[in-house]
Each structure stands twice: as C-alpha cells, then as structure tokens.
C-alpha cells in the first residue's frame, strides 16, 4: 500500500513514504546528509535505511508510526554500513561493511546488536535473504569476475552459485 523512497526534492537525497498511487507524500526525516537504500521490517513498524548524517554512511532505522518521528542509529562498528536486509522474521539484519578495506557482508542480531561478519571475500554486495531466512544471496567477485553467492545466516555454509554454459 506504501513504497519507502528517497527523493531530491530540494538539492539532497532525503526518505519519504508514499502511496502506491502516488498520493500522500510524507517526509520520514530531515538530515543535512544522504538518505538512501531505505528498506521496510517486515512488521512494517520501521523503515531501515542508510544515512551519511553521521560523517560516514550507517545504518538507522525510523518508526513508521508518525512523520518527524527521530532516526535511530542502529550500526556502530566501523565507519562503512550500507545495504540493510532484514531477515523475515524481522530479528536480524544483514548488510555490507567494510571492514579493513573489504567490503564484505556482516550479520547483526537485532536484540543483542552482536554482528558477525559472514564473508572472507573483498567485494560483496546486494544482500538478499532467502524466504526462511536460513541463507543470505549476494553479489561478489571471485578471481575478477562478478558471481552470485549464497552464506548460511550462521556462516557455515558457504558457496559460489553457477550457471552451466549453453
């Protein structure tokens, strides 16, 4: 019934949330910074998105209740958080974080705010959960080329997905 967009409506990328008919065009916030990747909890209760409000891009989440509502910082390790995915049952969040000048994908318990990098590779991106949340699908490159991969969300499991040539 509502999309979560960012807009540039007076020179900066800020979030709003509209109908789905276009109606109803609500700013969620107001930062001197980049608003961006914003991403609806799948109770609908928060918007998840990224800011560089901060200095440095991370990760905040704002309730959907009411507009001019403050942003929670929800990433605190490291200077680099971007992408926030939220698991379906909404009690962990995946996202990318550069950790030591890789860009690699980390797992954050809601509750504990304990993260967990999931990764060894240098240039992950585009997180994605699967429907039960047990794996996480993203982007990556492997010996310069880009590929998809899949991680369990506890990082045992870990491997490269193909396609056979035609």
Do not use: C, H
């Not at 390790?77 to 980390?106: C, H, W």
């Not at 880009?146 to 499991?157: E, I």
């Amino acid at each position: 019934k509502q999309l979560a967009v960012v807009l540039s409506k007076d020179g900066s990328s800020q979030l709003y949330v509209v109908n789905a008919d276009g109606s109803g065009v609500t700013r969620m916030a107001t930062s001197p910074g980049i608003d961006t990747e914003p991403r609806w909890s799948p109770d609908g209760q928060f918007i998840y998105f990224t800011s560089d409000r901060g200095g440095s891009p991370q990760i905040y989440r704002i309730p959907t209740s009411g507009a001019g509502a403050g942003a929670e910082r929800v990433t605190f390790e490291g200077s680099y958080n971007v992408t926030p995915r939220l698991s379906p049952d909404g009690k962990s969040m995946a996202y990318i974080t550069r950790n030591g000048g890789r860009f690699q994908l980390a797992l954050m318990d809601l509750a504990s705010k304990q993260t967990q990098i999931l990764t060894d590779s240098t240039k992950d991106e585009s997180p994605s959960f699967a429907p039960n949340g047990r794996m996480i699908l993203y982007a990556t490159e492997i010996g310069g080329r880009g590929v998809l991969a899949a991680v369990s969300s506890d990082g045992r499991v870990k491997q490269k997905l193909s396609v056979q040539a035609a």
